[in-house]
């Protein structure tokens, strides 16, 4: 019995020294989780974002009292960019992601509304994210509310001004009444003006009561209406959005894994030892690595888009040469990053946690979990430093809008791409060399 708790007890011993003899592994399990929940929290924001708005006037003198209207209603969920009178000027800033909203504003709504119509708010958006869609779709029903209100408010008190016009005018007609008795035998003359004038205010009168019954109680209350429309003509569902994100994240994670545990099994195996004596050069050794995997990738990165496309019928509205490309590049910027963690490792076990702490950070800031608009202005530096913010960026833009490659984007991962190719070769020369 004393020999088995022994024997046992020699393991635990064991595996405890292992254990704090890595104190950087200890540090990464306990702190690195810990520092990604904490910065998600600084990047979450207080409140939703306000959107950039584009108003559209076909002739902004039609409209210029009602425009401060339209344009000042909502601030807290509308930032006001201007005022085009070109609508496809406007549609082509928003589908180039310069504004948020295109809100075309209707020509001559004053007169719509008085033949007992409502005159109704185009409200253009470019989303494809069904959160987001569900989002702009309540602004512009809170937008088109206020708007209403703030019509129904000017009407009642534009309704109080007239009513004492209408008073007056009302007096006015009575005391004519009454002089017209008292004069209607004394000159036909003086009887004919005061029955013209009194003629004119009872005509008035009448006018605006008419014009006021005309109107049903639904065109009084609510003037305006708006009608959401999208840039995209496919609506995607949930799975569908979300399918070019998990395919870029993915390719990341498999990259970065296989990569990362390259060297490090090679140094510590002694292979390391051989490629120092070898007649090949760092950069030979590396450009090696780098052909292999990505070949190797790429034919995953097929298996896998031929999965969401033809079994999953995830939609590809852009053209399969830039899915191509986009692909490609992220896969060789993911193998830059899992090198470097390969290179900078002493065991597989800190390789593997590494690796794990990014694909959470991935998870958090790249864009996966919450639109990058959502985040606060520092912690974007962390969601741009890694290669699944790009690649999501440009698979959704390909797959779901149709649109080619994003050129800012992909210098921008492939500027990335190539700046950790030489780190990790640097890094690899002096490790040979040493």
């Known amino acids: 019995m004393f020999k088995w708790l022994i024997r046992i007890s020699a393991f635990l011993g064991k595996e405890l020294i292992e254990i ?34 584009t108003f559209v006037a076909t002739d902004p003198n039609a409209v210029q009292e009602e425009l401060k209207l339209f344009t000042e ?20 800033q928003l589908a180039a992601h310069k504004t948020d909203l295109v809100i075309v504003i209707p020509d001559n709504p ?62 006015t007609a009575i ?12 000159s036909d003359v003086n009887t004919a003006t005061q029955a013209a004038e009194l003629e004119k205010d009872l005509t008035d009168v009448h006018e605006n009561l008419t014009t006021f019954r005309s109107l049903t109680s639904t065109v009084m209350v609510n003037p305006f209406s708006g009608e959401t429309y999208s840039l995209s003509e496919v609506e995607f569902t949930v799975t569908e959005f979300f399918a070019p994100s998990v395919i870029a994240l993915i390719l990341q994670h498999l990259s970065i894994t296989f990569a990362c545990l390259s060297i490090v099994r090679e140094k510590r195996s002694g292979i390391m030892e051989l490629f ?37 019928k995830i939609p590809m509205l852009g053209q399969w040469q830039d899915y191509a490309l986009a692909v490609v590049i992220v896969l060789f910027t993911s193998l830059g990053v899992g090198f470097f963690i390969s290179l900078i490792s002493e065991t597989d076990t800190q ?6 702490l990014l694909l959470l950070a991935s998870i958090f800031f790249s864009g996966f979990l919450m639109d990058l608009r959502l985040i606060k202005e520092p912690i974007t530096i962390l969601s741009w430093s890694l290669p699944a913010t790009y690649g999501i960026r440009m698979l959704q833009d390909i797959m779901l809008r149709g649109s080619s490659i ?29």
Not at 30 to 50: E, H, K, N, T, W
Not at 73 to 92: C, P, Q, R, W
Not at 175 to 186: E, N
């Open 276 to 312: 120092r004596v070898a007649p090949i050069t760092a950069f030979e050794a590396l450009m090696g690595k780098y052909i292999s995997y990505l070949l190797f990738e790429i034919i995953l990165a097929g298996l896998i888009t031929a999965l969401a496309v033809w079994v999953l």
């Open 406 to 434: 994003p050129v800012l984007i992909f210098q921008g991962v492939a500027l990335i791409g190539i700046a950790l190719f030489l780190v990790d070769w640097l890094l690899l020369r002096k490790k040979m060399d040493s």
């Open 20 to 53: 704090v003899r890595q104190p950087r592994l200890i540090l990464t399990l306990v702190l690195g989780p810990f520092l990604i929940m904490f910065l998600f929290g600084l990047a979450s924001p207080d409140q939703s974002r306000a959107l950039r708005t």
């Open 175 to 186: 005391t004519k009444t009454q002089l017209l008795r008292k004069t209607i035998a004394l």
């Open 110 to 171: 004053l007169e719509t509304i008085q033949d007992n119509k409502r005159a109704e708010l185009e409200i253009y958006h470019n989303e494809v994210d069904p959160i987001q869609t569900g989002y702009i779709e309540t602004i512009a029903l809170i937008y088109v509310n206020v708007v209403n209100r703030q019509i129904l408010e000017t009407v009642t008190e534009q309704g109080q001004a007239d009513s004492d016009s209408l008073q007056t005018n009302l007096e």
């Open 351 to 356: 390789a593997v946690q590494y690796s794990m």
């Open 73 to 92: 209603s909502y601030k807290a969920g509308i930032i006001d960019m201007g005022v085009e009178t070109n609508k496809e000027l406007a549609l082509s």
